[in-house]
């Protein structure tokens, strides 16, 4: 079935490096989106939302841009640290199942200093 | 840490048992969600509870069933154990719907 896709499975960056991860979906109905940051061993760790009234959110180091035309999300973290290493997945809520996310596939961030 | 508590963090089983997952919620969420994680397919959602209420259902097997309870910790039963149910199973929980949903640091099912 339909899924949230990235765009790359994984990123290798340097330490003070800005990184971005690409995410598309497919459902114009979505309206709320998520990326979370899963670590080894760990459950997926919420980083920063967005809905679809806004296309851009900044959070702490983290931003999120959202283009709607294109249904395309991304996530840029600034001044990427070694303990930024982990998986980052984009969810988005489709309103088809309740608010379930629906998850892409995970973009594998690798820090290294 | 989420506030999210699930156990138990590992467990191992033969096929054709049954095994029960539970989850406690973060303080005040109403909303339980549970999420099947595997390598092949990524987390999927199985079902969600609103304070007691079944409200949604994935891709949720028959063999598995789930409930929340008045105190809103919730349980996943998993029954007729197949070797393509080990999985790593999480639990998440929102205030409400369209809310960030917080995540457990799962459970892990292994069938031997």
């Known amino acids: 079935g339909e899924s949230v896709g990235l765009h790359l499975p994984t990123l290798s960056v340097q330490e003070g490096d800005n990184s971005i991860i690409n995410c598309a979906y497919s459902?114009?109905?979505?309206?709320?989106f998520i990326w979370y940051k899963q670590e080894s061993g760990k459950g997926p760790q919420f980083i920063i939302d967005?809905?679809?009234?806004?296309d851009k959110r900044q959070g702490q180091r983290v931003t999120v841009l959202l283009n709607k035309t294109v249904k395309h999300l991304s996530l840029q973290i600034a001044a990427t640290q070694p303990g930024d290493s982990a998986v980052y997945f984009c969810?988005?809520?489709?309103?088809?199942?309740?608010?379930?996310?629906?998850f892409g596939k995970g973009t594998t961030l690798s820090v290294s200093s | 840490d989420s506030g999210v508590t699930q156990t138990p963090k590992h467990l191992i089983t033969a096929t054709g048992q049954r095994v029960t997952l539970r989850c406690s919620p973060r303080?005040?969420?109403?909303?339980v969600y549970w999420y099947q994680q595997s390598l092949d397919q990524g987390l999927q959602f199985l079902i969600q509870?609103?304070?007691?209420?079944?409200?949604a259902k994935g891709n949720i097997l028959e063999r598995f069933s789930a409930q929340q309870f008045p105190d809103l910790h919730s349980e996943l039963n998993l029954s007729s154990l197949e070797l393509g149910d080990s999985a790593l199973y999480f639990c998440?929980?929102?205030?409400?719907?369209?809310?960030?949903?917080?995540f457990g640091d799962g459970t892990r099912l292994s069938i031997l």
């Open positions: 509870y609103y304070n007691g209420e079944e409200r």
């Open positions: 967005i809905r679809s009234n806004m």
């Open positions: 303080s005040g969420d109403l909303s």
């Open positions: 459902n114009s109905a979505s309206d709320y």
């Open positions: 998440a929980s929102s205030e409400r719907g369209n809310q960030p949903q917080h």
């Open positions: 969810a988005e809520n489709r309103g088809q199942a309740g608010t379930a996310l629906i």
